[in-house]
């Protein structure tokens, strides 16, 4: 089946640095890809939508300047927490649909990030 | 609005019992609705979803669930839970254009010997 690649699973930075987690659709193509947001023994919040060759939609709240996504190809999008602080600190999540089939998606593992 | 409730935030039940999580949604769209289970630190696995036609959908692990559109409901079901069953599950609803999840606070099941 479809896959869903997302890297890191875990890093652990300081406070002000950045950092930068990607997803990759490993056998698909998908010009659309979602990133989500989930905080401890809660549910998963829809961060953004990243979209191919064109600029992210992002949900009411986020910050746009704080989470970039950069959807340079059709199997790869990141997203990059600038300036992390420790209540950036969470799982992040992304998914992508496949073409065609727009009412399935298949997620990442995931990646815990921590801001020391 | 669209928005998915799951009623129960912890569920405890024996090995070998039944189980039954709840979902109930809110769409204004033909939902397309699933259920997913995380085990802690990992992503998402997809349990079974439900587009269209027989309203019991049959998942992976021995789970089943039944979409009931009178009570806007998709109840997650399992005969007999087994140990490695414990792990959080969420209930998600999707429309048939996007691909915008919308996800419920999941419940999170403990299983007992």
């Known amino acids: 089946g479809a896959v869903v690649s997302q890297h890191p699973s875990r890093v652990i930075c300081k406070s002000g640095t950045s950092v930068k987690i990607e997803c990759r659709s490993l056998?698909?193509?998908?010009?659309?890809m979602f990133w989500y947001r989930q905080f401890p023994k809660q549910s998963l919040m829809l961060m953004a939508t990243?979209?191919?060759?064109?600029?992210?939609?992002?949900e009411q709240g986020v910050e746009k300047d704080k989470f970039l996504i950069n959807h340079a190809s059709l199997t790869l999008s990141t997203l990059t927490v600038t300036s992390a602080h420790p209540e950036d600190s969470s799982f992040y999540i992304c998914?992508?649909?496949?073409?065609?089939?727009?009412?399935?998606?298949?997620f990442g593992q995931g990646t815990r990030l921590t801001v020391v | 609005a669209q928005s998915v409730t799951q009623p129960d935030i912890h569920i405890t039940v024996s090995e070998g019992a039944s189980l039954e999580l709840r979902c109930n949604y809110s769409?204004?769209?033909?939902?397309?609705l699933f259920w997913y289970v995380q085990s802690p630190g990992q992503g998402l696995q997809l349990l079974l979803k439900?587009?269209?036609?027989?309203?019991l959908v049959q998942g992976i692990k021995g789970f089943e669930a039944e979409f009931k559109r009178s009570q806007s409901s998709f109840n997650l079901r399992k005969p007999s839970v087994h140990w490695s069953d414990a792990a959080e599950y969420f209930c998600?609803?999707?429309?048939?254009?996007?691909?915008?999840?919308?996800f419920g606070t999941g419940t999170s099941l403990t299983v007992i010997p």
């Open positions: 769409y204004g769209a033909t939902p397309y």
């Open positions: 998914s992508a649909p496949l073409q065609g089939r727009n009412t399935e998606a298949f």
């Open positions: 998600a609803v999707g429309g048939n254009t996007g691909n915008q999840f919308y």
């Open positions: 990243s979209n191919e060759g064109s600029k992210a939609t992002y």
């Open positions: 439900y587009f269209s036609g027989d309203t």
């Open positions: 056998d698909f193509q998908a010009t659309t």
